[in-house]
């Protein structure tokens, strides 16, 4: 993920943010094949947006609604944005938003040739600056083995444990049973579980131990 700061830029949506000191939270825009543009996008109750948008010669058949508390906008543009030089590069936009004339722009970029091309662009782009670029994180990135440090058998080894009731007292089933369901000797299973543990109460006990290239061992036979 990236997020731009556009400064300077001159569509009319930026203009209009400018004009009316208003915030407008806007769609990806479309280009169409006839060349123009297509802008969705919406703002709290602004009838002062709403005039300068239908004053501005760039802008066609704009159409107005109001629902839930704020304005929506559909409407033609006869003016290219420098967004859409970033999403020409392989920006993929997630959100929009244009205030004081200014535009913050988040999405997504897949890939490092493609995030190349979208920096490249946005360096020869006047006005656009790189706030951030972050990682996207996956339900399994947000494992326990990321949170922990823990390598993806041990966190194996600690949820077969727990769901068969290792840890339960009385305990339910031995470390022969567990290892069983895991396809691996009962020695494999204790290291792992022995590891695991360790690399758990040293960080939760703060005891500041460096012991990583141990504990991160990758015990799979």
Same mark, same amino acid.
């Given at each position: 993920?990236?997020?731009?700061?556009?400064?300077?830029?001159?569509?009319?949506?930026?203009?209009?943010?400018?004009?009316?000191?208003?915030?407008?939270?806007?769609?990806?825009?479309?280009?169409?094949?006839?060349?123009?543009?297509?802008?969705?996008?919406?703002?709290?109750?602004?009838?002062?947006?709403?005039?300068?948008?239908?004053?501005?010669?760039?802008?066609?058949?704009?159409?107005?609604?109001?629902?839930?508390?704020?304005?929506?906008?559909?409407?033609? =543009? $006869?003016? &290219?944005? @420098?967004?859409?030089?970033?999403?020409?590069?392989?920006?993929? *936009?997630?959100?929009?938003?244009?205030? !004081?004339?200014?535009?913050?722009?988040?999405?997504?970029?897949?890939?490092?040739?493609?995030?190349?091309?979208?920096?490249?662009?946005?360096?020869?782009?006047?006005?656009?600056?790189?706030?951030?670029?972050?990682?996207?994180?996956?339900?399994?990135?947000?494992?326990?083995?990321?949170?922990?440090?823990?390598?993806?058998?041990?966190?194996? =080894? $600690?949820? &077969?444990? @727990?769901?068969?009731?290792?840890?339960?007292?009385?305990?339910? *089933?031995?470390?022969?049973?567990?290892? !069983?369901?895991?396809?691996?000797?009962?020695?494999?299973?204790?290291?792992?579980?022995?590891?695991?543990?360790?690399?758990?109460?040293?960080?939760?006990?703060?005891?500041?131990?460096?012991?990583?290239?141990?504990?991160?061992?990758?015990?799979?036979?």
């Amino acid at each position: 993920m990236t997020e731009f700061r556009i400064e300077g830029d001159d569509c009319p949506l930026a203009d209009a943010s400018r004009a009316t000191s208003g915030v407008i939270d806007g769609a990806p825009p479309l280009l169409r094949d006839d060349g123009n543009v297509l802008l969705r996008f919406s703002s709290a109750p602004n009838d002062e947006l709403t005039a300068f948008l239908d004053d501005d010669d760039r802008i066609r058949y704009l159409y107005q609604s109001a629902s839930d508390g704020r304005y929506s906008y559909r409407c033609l =543009s $006869l003016h &290219q944005c @420098v967004v859409h030089e970033l999403i020409s590069a392989g920006f993929m *936009v997630e959100s929009l938003t244009y205030q !004081d004339g200014n535009a913050i722009l988040t999405g997504a970029v897949v890939g490092h040739e493609v995030l190349r091309s979208v920096m490249e662009t946005a360096g020869e782009t006047v006005g656009v600056k790189l706030e951030r670029v972050y990682a996207l994180r996956s339900e399994e990135d947000d494992s326990i083995a990321q949170q922990w440090d823990l390598t993806p058998a041990q966190e194996e =080894s $600690l949820r &077969q444990a @727990v769901n068969m009731g290792y840890f339960t007292v009385p305990r339910e *089933v031995t470390a022969d049973e567990v290892a !069983d369901a895991m396809g691996i000797s009962k020695s494999a299973f204790i290291e792992r579980l022995h590891r695991a543990q360790h690399a758990l109460f040293s960080q939760l006990f703060q005891t500041g131990a460096d012991e990583s290239s141990d504990q991160r061992a990758d015990d799979d036979d």
